[in-house]
């Protein structure tokens, strides 16, 4: 792919997420009089612009690169039967088997110090909206990818629904960082939604609410959360810099600052009588 088509295609795809989720912004906020151009808009925008145009390239090359390393782990016959079942019965299976993943490894990036320094950078956004879904590190990117396409490619899921599962579940983090707070009531119980997520990024408690298209391996396992209000604040504790290339080196700086060598605590069920509704860090 040309230069010029992936300037164009970068600047049509800004442009049908701005159309997409700003009118939902408006609509529906979760926090009122929020402004397009908020403070750190131009800090995320370098992230999108990053992801689009080079770290995409990388994380695809990096999946490509490993995935030769795995072929023949799963008989080809196994591979072969996944491939041969139908679209839906494969999305299905993809979301429960990527959910599952992810919650546990989105767990072990808030435990694990080194996990954490890398994805502490998404997680030092302090305004929530579609924009500031693309604050990541490159290499956190391509944990959380290997974590979701690395398997399905293993078990032989066809790269057609590799493909369409990727730009479903991008769009749908995009969707759950957005300054959006719609009524769905009980529903959320099932469904994903921007209030549960706003709350992982919640700057007084740095947990729970690890899910993502579905909160069930959260309702499960014990760190759902779900208060009927807005956190207060979102962030981190540990000083970091506001600009993109301050935050790509951010992992590798040597401090020995606590904050920058350990993360937040995982969160366990709440003790018995506590619901996790109720229960805050």
């Known amino acids: 792919m040309t230069l010029p088509v992936v ?22 906020p979760a926090r009122e009089g929020q402004k397009f151009l908020r403070p750190a808009f131009w800090t995320d925008l370098c992230f999108l ?39 839906w019965l494969q999305a299905v299976e993809m979301i429960v088997l990527s959910d599952f993943l992810i919650y546990w490894a989105h767990r072990l990036q808030h435990k694990l110090p080194f996990l954490w320094r890398f994805h502490s950078i998404h997680h030092s956004a302090e305004h929530l909206d579609w924009l500031a879904a693309h604050r990541e590190h490159p290499l956190d990117t391509i944990y959380t990818v290997g974590i979701i396409n690395l398997p399905a490619f293993i078990l032989g899921f066809p790269l057609e629904t590799l493909a369409g599962f990727l730009a479903f579940r991008g769009l749908w983090a995009i969707f759950i960082h957005s300054n959006v707070r719609l009524p769905i009531g009980p529903l959320r119980m099932l469904i994903g939604a921007p209030e549960l997520h706003h709350w992982h990024h919640d700057k007084a408690r740095d947990a729970g609410n690890y899910a993502n298209i579905s909160p069930l ?7 759902y959360r779900c208060p009927d209000h807005e956190p207060a604040a979102f962030g981190i504790h540990e000083p970091i810099s506001k600009h993109y290339l301050g935050q790509l080196w951010h992992p590798f700086r040597w401090n020995k600052q606590r904050g920058n060598d350990s993360g937040p605590n995982m969160d366990f069920p709440a003790p018995a009588g506590q619901t996790g509704l109720e229960r805050q860090e």
Do not use: C
């Not at 164009?8 to 529906?28: A, D, N, Q, W």
């Not at 999946?63 to 080809?76: C, E, K, S, T």
């Open 7 to 28: 300037i164009l295609s970068t600047g049509v795809s800004i442009l049908f997420l701005v159309v997409l989720f700003r009118p939902l912004e408006k609509l529906f």
């Open 49 to 87: 612009l990053g992801q689009y145009l080079l770290w995409s390239g990388l994380v695809f090359w990096a999946l490509n690169h490993f995935r030769g390393w795995l072929d023949g782990i799963v008989p080809a016959n196994f591979r072969a039967s996944v491939a041969a079942q139908s679209w």
């Open 217 to 223: 391996m959260d309702i499960l396992f014990g760190t």
